[in-house]
T-cell receptor
Framework: QKEVEQNSGPLSVPEGAIASLNCTYSDRVSQSFFWYRQYSGKSPELIMS????GDKEDGRFTAQLNKASQYVSLLIRDSQPSDSATYLC???????????FGIGTKLQVIP | DTEVTQTPKHLVMGMTNKKSLKCEQHMGHRAMYWYKQKAKKPPELMFVYSYEKLSINESVPSRFSPECPNSSLLNLHLHALQPEDSALYLCASSKEGLGYNEQFFGPGTRLTVL
């Protein structure tokens, strides 16, 4: 059983729309949750972190966490073609230092 | 300075060569990581150093040998690699402390083993 699950996509949205990226995890004691953006051939870039249930907003990005449902999501408002990338969900579980990554969702924003 | 740097950017080596990858951070972080990433796969943890001591080794073959000379530097020594070891090698760092350890990645070294 995978520890962090994401739909690999691609998820296609028109420019200006809201993109919704989802992630589920299996370790109930997970403490920290991260979203990374990775452009093709580049390294992952941290865009959001969330630790408590609820929403966290940063510019056009909103991360949502529901620990009871073991679910974390990332909303991107007013999507731009430059948002086209793979979005990796990462979860720090019961272990102290190890972070587990999902396979990533490829987002395509269509002009 | 909020950057993790890695050298070289690209490396091509034969199966009998010995080479090293280097990583440096100046964020005062006390944990450093090596990841391996194959195409269309997520980063795969290899090693974690915490306060300059190896704390996690994810059963990596001995042809990969990590070294942490000080809190800012991390090396990965490579010897007798196989073509299947070709990948993007990522270094990351994070603060130490409970809970909120965001990891910041360097640009990576693209390794090709012939």
């Amino acid at each position: 059983q995978k520890e962090v699950e994401q739909n690999s996509g691609p998820l296609s949205v028109p420019e200006g729309a809201i993109a919704s990226l989802n992630c589920t995890y299996s370790d109930r004691v997970s403490q920290s949750f991260f979203w990374y953006r990775q452009y093709s051939g580049k390294s992952p870039e941290l865009i959001m972190s969330i630790y408590s249930n609820g929403d966290k907003e940063d510019g056009r990005f909103t991360a949502q966490l529901n620990k009871a449902s073991q679910y974390v999501s990332l909303l991107i408002r007013d999507s731009q073609p430059s948002d086209s990338a793979t979005y990796l969900c990462a979860v720090r579980g019961g272990g102290y230092q190890k972070v587990t990554f999902g396979i990533g969702t490829k987002l395509q924003v269509i002009p | 300075d909020t950057e993790v740097t890695q050298t070289p950017k690209h490396l091509v080596m034969g199966m009998t060569n010995k080479k090293s990858l280097k990583c440096e951070q100046h964020m005062g972080h006390r944990a450093m990581y090596w990841y391996k990433q194959k195409a269309k796969k997520p980063p795969e943890l290899m090693f974690v150093y915490s306060y300059e001591k190896l704390s996690i080794n994810e059963s990596v073959p001995s042809r990969f040998s990590p070294e942490c000379p000080n809190s800012s530097l991390l090396n990965l020594h490579l010897h007798a690699l196989q073509p299947e070891d070709s990948a993007l090698y990522l270094c990351a760092s994070s603060k130490e402390g409970l809970g909120y350890n965001e990891q910041f990645f360097g640009p990576g070294t693209r390794l090709t083993v012939l």
